[in-house]
């Protein structure tokens, strides 16, 4: 038996459907008349379940008895009906659902009873009377009309539950952001750390300073050189919507955490008011750049003034505990140039940059401690010096976490890239775009939120964990939730629990969350499910197939067009295939379909065919899917490359037979600031005006055995270029390469096509 066992609490052991039913309680933690069952579809996971009898019938005529005088318990009561359905009253005469208000429950527990007469939520405040709520309503989704009966009593192990968004990248509509709040609730998470303000994209309304959203919420995307430009993207949240996104979040348990970035990232509000900055012009066009910026706030009195008074604001509408103020990815380059901040400095007696940036957190946290608020920021904050009081978000692994909390401080972790969402979840091309390491379902749930190297005193300094949205490479609201569900799932368990469990019973207490979140109007990623083939052993007339998910299953295939079912051939061992031929292939657990299928046509040219994923990168020093700069409106394409150092290899390329390769490129802009130590790969010299693609046989040191002037790429999309090649036997790696004078554009490669006679 695969066993869930907590090591801070006794626990409900669990068995997932496939491998059989509930095990019920360790010893001492079930109550008399305890039976097996099947698994109670609950996530998170309850510290401690008990199931007994036969539950109630939950119809529209079980009225929720509200607990009258408790706003908490009102609320939750609110949220229940909601999403089932029902009646308040003030009494009833069959099976009902209570809230009773007890006392000795930790923050955000809550005990839930479900018999015969129906159910009671017990808590002592507003997010364990939710809580409780969440969790019947998760009992009462399976599609049956009976709630079975349980006895639970649940509590969070961290208070801060969180995911960031980061909406200055890209702008999120008002309407996603209430969805994905729905969806944090769902999971128990209670806290929205909201990135409104970054150096693309300036999202707050602050009427004292029009400029800041007339100007900082706007930008012309970048293009490749000769690419006809695109519409300008951004947006803004009036306070209006802002107030009522945050009552909406409220309602549901969920504080939000606003962020404005200072010192650095703070080119947005620098556009709208040049003055803000050390003096430095901001040139045309570098305003769609992704990386790190050298644009600083100066640290004039008039300036301090100015984030002082979009703080006042910024306070007015986030009641949150805390106010997020960045302090990361500070480049110190226009300080350092600056005659005026080294003047500053010398009259504070201030010796370095990194004290500078100390003493100028110190005194915003001064400010928002006067108010009654607590300033956290990123790790960078520890550098020259940790203001007071400050709460220390550790991102650059959880290196700043420890620092931190040996030093007295709280500290929450949100690691990179361990807990950054833009990386990509899956291997294959239909991932679309994001940063290439890939950090899977699994992975998420994996995270150990509790260092060893901290003694149990500096563990109670760490607040929680939460996951992270960067949003550059998220474009839209439905990119958005597919970046971050279910991997948001997984790591909604493990700030719960304190740790992961059992892997696989987790993934089958998601697959009703996922129905759930859809019902919200979610669409998660189905990547950790949808079965993966790769091709090997080309020959003339067929190639071996292997077929892989990420999550245990049972993979079914086809052959002659017909969708998988639980009857269909079970897929045991890699596929030697005869082509032409369909391959369909699903995964299940038992008679259960997870979600996503493969469908793939194999005949003699897709078999020779290696798409952008599916061929290997020479490095990987900074290895990212672009999105293509056009079409204007409709889907694009992505590329995967290195674009420190674009090159490309087609691993043991079966060239038997082979007399022209296809390659299908394309062209985006490198619109990158690299001011953190980067540095680019010197690019071979073209021999002609625009450049060439060139392919080399048996490594990049190899022979060049073909080579393809780029001036006859005239689309702003993808181009087939096709060249002859030598006649060869065997398999060879084959490496793909442009030259260049120039950076920009940066080419790729979507695809390569060996074409046999």
């Not at 300008?232 to 606003?258: D, H, L, M």
Request: charged share 20%; glycine share 8%; proline share 8%.
């Amino acid at each position: 038996m695969m066993a869930f066992v907590s090591k801070f609490r006794p626990s409900i052991l669990l068995r997932s459907p496939a491998r059989a039913l509930l095990a019920l309680l360790l010893a001492g933690a079930a109550s008399p008349g305890a039976a097996a069952a099947p698994e109670l579809p609950l996530l998170p996971l309850p510290r401690t379940a008990t199931v007994a009898g036969a539950g109630f019938r939950l119809g529209s005529d079980v009225p929720i008895i509200a607990l009258r005088g408790n706003a908490g318990a009102e609320r939750a009561a609110a949220w229940l009906n909601q999403q089932l359905g029902l009646k308040k009253a003030a009494s009833a005469g069959g099976p009902s659902i209570r809230f009773v208000r007890v006392s000795g429950l930790p923050k955000d527990g809550y005990r839930l009873e479900t018999r015969a007469d129906g159910a009671t939520i017990s808590a002592g405040d507003a997010g364990g009377f939710l809580y409780g709520a969440v969790t019947l309503w998760q009992l009462a989704s399976g599609g049956s009309d009976r709630v079975q009966a349980v006895k639970i009593e649940d509590s969070p192990r961290f208070a801060w539950r969180g995911f960031m968004l980061d909406s200055a990248r890209h702008f999120q509509s008002p309407d996603y952001i209430k969805k994905l709040i729905d969806a944090m609730a769902a999971h128990k998470l209670n806290t929205l750390h909201w990135h409104l303000v970054d150096d693309q994209g300036w999202r707050i309304e602050i009427p004292k300073y029009p400029k800041l959203t007339a100007v900082g919420a706007w930008r012309s995307p970048a293009t490749a050189p000769g690419a006809p430009p695109l519409p300008k993207v951004g947006g803004f949240y009036t306070q209006a919507q802002i107030r009522e996104i945050v009552a909406y979040a409220a309602a549901r348990n969920i504080t939000i955490v606003p962020e404005i970035e200072m010192p650095g990232h703070a080119l947005s509000a620098i556009r709208a008011y040049p003055e803000l900055g050390p003096g430095n012009p901001v040139p045309p066009g570098i305003t769609a750049d992704w990386g790190v910026y050298t644009y600083l706030y100066n640290v004039e009195d008039s300036t301090f003034r100015f984030l002082e008074n979009v703080l006042t604001d910024v306070m007015a509408l986030f009641p949150s505990p805390y106010i997020h103020i960045g302090g990361d990815e500070a480049v110190m380059t226009q300080w350092k140039q600056s005659p005026a901040t080294q003047a500053k400095m010398r009259s504070l007696g201030i010796t370095d940059e990194h004290k500078l940036q100390s003493w100028f957190i110190t005194r915003m946290e001064k400010f928002l401690n006067a108010k009654g608020r607590k300033l956290i920021g990123w790790d960078e904050i520890l550098e020259g010096g940790i203001a007071p009081n400050a709460t220390v978000m550790s991102w650059r692994g959880i290196d700043g976490a420890i620092v931190a909390a040996k030093a007295g401080h709280d500290t929450v972790l949100a690691a990179s890239p361990m807990l950054y969402l833009d990386h990509l979840q899956g291997t294959t091309a239909a991932e679309g775009p994001g940063r290439n390491k890939v950090i899977t379902l699994e992975d998420y749930y994996r995270f150990d939120p509790l260092p060893d190297t901290l003694t149990e005193d500096q563990q109670r300094h760490v607040l929680g964990l939460q996951a992270a949205l960067f949003t550059e490479h998220v474009r839209g609201d439905a990119r958005a939730a597919y970046m971050t569900f279910p991997r948001l799932s997984a790591l909604a368990e493990v700030a719960w629990r304190g740790e992961g469990g059992d892997f696989d019973d987790f993934v089958d207490r998601l697959l009703p969350q996922i129905a759930r979140l859809e019902k919200i109007g979610i669409t998660p990623a189905k990547s950790a499910f949808t079965p993966v083939a790769s091709v090997s052993n080309v020959s003339g007339d067929g190639a071996t197939i292997a077929l892989s998910t990420q999550v245990k299953s049972e993979i079914r295939y086809t052959l002659d067009g017909s969708s998988p079912t639980p009857a269909s051939p079970l897929y045991a061992a890699p596929l030697p295939l005869r082509i032409p031929t369909t391959l369909r292939a699903a995964a299940f657990r038992g008679t259960t379909p997870l979600p996503g299928s493969l469908e793939r046509r194999l005949d003699p040219a897709s078999i020779r065919r290696r798409d952008d994923r599916e061929l290997r990168q020479c490095t990987s020093t900074l290895v990212l899917a672009l999105e293509d700069d056009a079409p204007a409106d409709g889907p694009r394409a992505n590329f995967l490359s290195d674009i420190l150092n674009p090159c490309w290899i087609y691993d043991a390329a079966p060239l038997e037979s082979v007399t022209r390769i296809d390659v299908d490129v394309g062209q985006v802009p490198f619109n990158f600031q690299l001011n953190n130590g980067r540095t680019l790969a010197p690019r071979p010299t073209p021999r002609t005006a625009a450049g060439e693609l060139e392919i080399r046989i048996d490594g990049c040191e190899g022979e060049r055995i073909a080579s393809i002037p780029l001036e006859q790429v005239k689309s702003p999309t993808i181009t087939r270029l096709s060249a002859p090649i030598p006649a060869n036997t065997g398999a060879h790696d084959l490496c793909f390469t442009f030259t260049g004078r120039s950076n920009n554009p940066h080419w790729t490669i979507a695809a390569v096509q060996l074409v046999t006679r």
